[in-house]
């Protein structure tokens, strides 16, 4: 089945519109069916911290509108995903689910436990597989050397995820990378986090961990980052940038969401299609090592 | 790294609260507490450790078991932690450290700790289903993104915030 229903979220169709954009445009090129749904509100991972009952009723009540309409749910943001997923897991108990029906059904709603949830990486990855991917590939990236960055909750609960990829060791998006013929680079702090949950809180984790990666990365001459999650995004990118004021910092790692490295792949027009000019850190340089003809 | 100068208070036994550890321990994700052997491997990976010393998963779990309530629920440190799972991912016990840390936040959100920024975003999702306004601004760039409105039900999570009684926190009052 290549039918889902777009998860957007909260920020990316908000604040980082060019990841919807390249999703979509992705997803059109390689046909995969997007369905929009009017009724999807916020994942409710963040009210989670104040009540885990309520974060997982609003989860619950968009997993309930994607099964009325028999899709299953594509995800953008990695956070989306862990908490759809984690909900998708913990309404398998009977017990629970009945509990949350009880409620949903004062707003007319019901959950039976049919619905799946994947990230966009991970539909491209199972739907599509690297071999068609790299079929359709008609510009030639192999001179781009990227840092992947996975995101906590692409993976992770591990429970969530049915064996996906391995967030120890993940391989998926260094294998997605490969196929558009780009490097994909190793480097020591893979799997740190980006600090973005918790930015709302306090800057400092985020400041701190962000420096720790872009040290990290810019020691391995890369050419760009690429990530798969509008709040990782945010923070590598946007960040980087307050970082370089605030702390005196020169970084200038350019950062791309993971369709629009695709979407270059793939011969999509970098503006139009991939919106690569709304991206923080200039891509210009990255786009002129790839003989690409377009200044953003 | 900074100076850990949490051990510098001692611990009045009069102030512990017996009854805490199995009032988090009710909620089926915190179960595992007692199997916490104090290896601190969850410490020895956790980011916002790193960063904050005095910010301790291994000790935290200490805390409950000990009946430290006002303490562990007052801590500014447990609303810092940046949801990476690895403490639970790594735990040799299969401790939900992670769940637990949850369990104790909503805990001190009801008991009037909870951080401005997570009550406002509540607010937003039942304005606009979202935790950011949609205004006349973002439907022009979405539209010159030739990107369909953004829609949501606002009307149902809202009644399903109230069902869960999280209208209710409130923000705690900044000092
Ligand atoms: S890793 Fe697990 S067993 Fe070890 S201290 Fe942390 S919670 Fe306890
Ligand atoms: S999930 Fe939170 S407590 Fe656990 S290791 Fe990560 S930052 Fe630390």
Known sequence: MNRYALFLGCTTPTQVIQYELSSRWVCKHLGIELVDIDDFVCCGINQINLSQEAGLMLAAMNLAHAEAKELDILTLCAACTGALAEAVESLKDQETRDRVNRKLQTIGLKYNGRTKVKHISRVLYEDVGIDRIKIKIKRDLSKFRVAPHYGCHYLKPESAFEGFDDPDNPKTLHQLISATGAFPVQYETLNLCCGGKSFPISKEPAFYLVQKKLDNIMGKKIDCMVVQCQTCYLMYSDQQKVINGRFKKQYNVPVLLYPQLLGIALGGDPINDLGLNSNTVSLNSLLAKGEINKQL | ?175
């Open chain 2, 1 to 175: 790294m900074k100076q850990d100068n949490s051990q510098s208070e001692p611990i009045r036994i009069s102030k512990l609260d017996p009854k805490f550890k199995s009032e988090v321990m009710k909620h089926k994700d915190a179960q595992g507490l007692n199997a916490c052997f104090a290896c601190g491997t969850c410490t020895a990976g956790c980011p916002v450790h790193e960063i904050f010393p005095e910010y301790d998963p291994r000790k935290l779990a200490k805390m409950v078991k000990l009946g430290m309530r006002k303490e562990v629920l007052s801590i500014p440190y447990i609303w810092y932690c940046v949801t990476c799972h690895n403490c639970e991912q790594r735990c040799p016990q299969n401790v939900k450290f992670f769940n637990i840390l949850n369990v104790l936040k909503n805990m001190a959100a009801k008991e009037g700790y909870a951080p401005s920024p997570w009550v406002e975003q509540t607010q937003q999702i039942m304005q606009t289903g979202i935790v950011f306004p949609k205004d006349e601004e973002l439907a022009k760039k979405r539209e010159s993104f030739f990107l369909p409105v953004l829609k949501s039900d606002c009307k149902k999570a809202k009644k399903l915030i109230e069902l869960a009684g999280l209208d209710k926190i409130k923000a705690k009052k900044q000092s």
